[in-house]
């Protein structure tokens, strides 16, 4: 079981930058992929980054490629998301999530956060 708190969002304007933390309880944080993920009103949960158990290898949604980072530090539990460069299509709830397979799909993460909003204004 892992429990994932996701922390660092707010209100920024276009062309500012965030970083998201995501804390997870438990020893085990080391054996899971961890992806970050973001849902806008009306629409559906979509991929934004992931990153395998190691930290060595890192994958993006098209759409962030080159503005968004993310890293992880298995001595703290943690997960960051550094979003740079932000656009207003950017907002949405961001979660993280905790699986087993390296993936883009929600299906394969089994644990997620309870969101943390991103808002940015034009």
């Known amino acids: 079981q892992v429990q994932l708190v996701e922390s660092g969002g707010g209100l920024v304007q276009a062309g500012g930058s965030l970083r998201l933390s995501c804390a997870a309880s438990?020893?085990?944080?080391?054996?899971?992929?961890m992806g970050w993920f973001r849902q806008a009103p009306g629409k559906e949960r979509e991929f934004v980054a992931s990153?395998?158990?190691?930290?060595?290898?890192?994958a993006y949604a098209d759409s962030v490629r080159g503005r968004f980072t993310v890293s992880r530090d298995n001595a703290k539990y943690t997960v960051y998301l550094r979003m740079d460069s932000l656009e207003p299509e950017d907002t949405a709830v961001y979660y993280c999530?905790?699986?087993?397979?390296?993936?883009?799909?929600?299906?394969?993460?089994?644990?997620w956060g309870q969101g943390t909003q991103v808002t940015v204004s034009p």
């Open positions: 999530a905790a699986g087993t397979s390296y993936s883009r799909l929600t299906a394969p993460y089994a644990y």
């Open positions: 438990g020893r085990t944080f080391s054996r899971y992929v």
């Open positions: 990153i395998n158990s190691g930290g060595s290898a890192t």
